[in-house]
């Protein structure tokens, strides 16, 4: 199987920074933790600067020297950005295109005349998880409030009934399913197959949005009964516009880089043989870079130009999607310097050594290990890169099935109880108008759903498969 094709620098390049004991190694990950998550929330640090000062501190309470604890986090960052950089730029203007050039709002639309009274919480999903698949999370909850907001005014529905299933969509998507920035870096730290980890985080996601879009969503809808807030809604992109892309174009657009991502994970398990004509140029089209690179030029004429844009226009719209992931970038570069520093301390040994003393699983250890991550800094991807450092050596001698289920584990535990450390805690508490009880009992409880039961899928998973 080919895997994702940037391997860690810092296997071949990089001499461990410290030889200190077990106790030493398990106080210097705890203070490292410890002051992320005090820069982050006490002192409001952005997440890039909390992560490169807690590396160095990292090596520092490991006894390393400072100059090679530089290097172990500069190789992370380095090799972390070139793994999925590109991916992540190129999925931010995939996103782009489909909101400036209305095909977002001609999907939402298409769904909607289908669907009414009972079958409005499912439409909700399926929108947000198509929507889902090639945006940033904070994106997509912005492109689908407006819609959310519409549909609980229009048919007098509660907002949580509608609000929880698209949520609950986005955020699936935001923690297990590749191309998003955390599954592709814990891919990459773990060496798991793409296309396999692709489709067994497909095949774990449907149940999970169920139980925590349209199920949850009635009790949540009686915990917290509140109306849509008018001063929330904004204007909608194809207002301005004259025409938009069709419902199929669009939908074919988006699913394009998914498709070619599975047919290509398809190919190497029925043909298995490198050497193959066919299987070599699925793993080239099927790659992720040429996946949704193949989506953007696509979407340049099935979005852009079926929206009357001009090529200036686009141009304009490609430059726009690329200054807003900057932060994003610096944050998933930072999170993959502080797992190099974590390897190269020897953390990742020491958590393999000590486990084979457990009787715990491994998934089930990567799980919590996530969870502490998360509830410590408020931050899934942060969470996801921490966590697959540390359990990456538990990899080495799985199979490649149950290393796609190491990393859904860790992308399942990512997403556990969001509270007041995380930025989408408030942004939901923001456009929805709720106070700070009523999002953990609606967003906090959703979020946990989520994570329990993608956790429990992977752990049944690891049984049969």
């Not at 692709?198 to 149940?207: H, I, K, N, Y």
Request: charged share 10%; proline share 5%; hydrophobic share 55%.
């Amino acid at each position: 199987m080919t895997r994702l094709s940037v391997e860690m620098l810092a296997a071949d390049t990089v001499e461990p920074i410290t030889s200190a004991g077990h106790a030493q190694l398990g106080i210097a990950v705890l203070a490292g933790i410890a002051v992320i998550v005090l820069l982050i929330t006490r002192f409001k640090l952005h997440a890039f600067l909390a992560l490169t000062i807690g590396s160095l501190a990292l090596g520092a309470f490991a006894g390393a020297p400072l100059d090679k604890a530089i290097v172990s986090f500069t190789t992370g960052l380095g090799s972390t950005v070139a793994g999925v950089g590109v991916l992540i730029a190129l999925g931010a203007i995939l996103g782009k295109l489909l909101a400036d050039s209305g095909g977002a709002d001609q999907i939402v639309d298409t769904i909607l005349a289908k669907a009414g009274g009972r079958a409005m919480p499912w439409a909700m999903v399926l929108i947000a998880s198509v929507i889902g698949l090639p945006l940033f999370f904070e994106v997509g909850i912005v492109l689908l409030i407006p819609v959310v907001l519409m549909v609980a005014k229009r048919g007098n529905y509660s907002l949580m009934r509608i609000g929880i299933p698209a949520l609950a969509g986005l955020s699936v998507m935001h923690g297990l399913i590749p191309p998003h920035p955390g599954p592709l870096v814990a891919i990459d730290a773990v060496k798991a197959n793409l296309g396999l980890t692709l489709a067994l985080g497909v095949l774990v996601a449907v149940p999970t949005v169920i139980i925590a879009g349209p199920v949850f969503s009635r009790y949540a809808a009686r915990w917290v009964d509140v109306q849509a807030p008018d001063r929330m809604v904004p204007a909608r992109a194809s207002e301005d516009l004259e025409k938009r892309p069709g419902f199929g174009a669009t939908l074919a657009t988006m699913l394009l880089p998914v498709v070619l991502m599975l047919a290509k994970a398809l190919v190497d398990i029925v043909v298995d043989d490198p050497a193959n004509m066919t299987q070599r140029v699925f793993d080239v089209v099927g790659a992720p870079l040429i996946a949704l690179l193949a989506a953007v030029i696509v979407g340049m004429f099935t979005l852009g130009r079926a929206a009357g844009f001009t090529k200036d226009r686009i141009a304009e719209t490609t430059e726009k999607s690329l200054a807003p992931i900057a932060g994003i970038l610096l944050i998933v570069g930072a999170g993959g310097g502080f797992k190099q520093t974590l390897i190269d301390s020897g953390v990742g040994q020491m958590i393999l050594e000590i486990s084979e003393d457990w009787s715990i699983p491994a998934l089930l250890l990567a799980w919590l290990i996530a969870v502490a991550i998360r509830l410590a800094t408020g931050s899934a991807t942060v969470a996801t890169i921490s966590a697959a450092g540390l359990v990456a050596p538990l990899a080495a001698d799985m199979s490649t099935t149950h290393t796609s289920l190491l990393v859904l584990a860790i992308g399942a535990g990512s997403l556990f109880f969001s509270h007041v450390n995380d930025a989408g805690f408030w942004l939901v508490k923001e456009y929805f108008g709720l106070n700070v009880g009523q999002t953990v009992k609606t967003w906090s409880v959703m979020e946990t759903i989520i994570s329990v039961v993608a956790g429990g899928l992977v752990l049944l998973l690891s049984l049969v498969i």
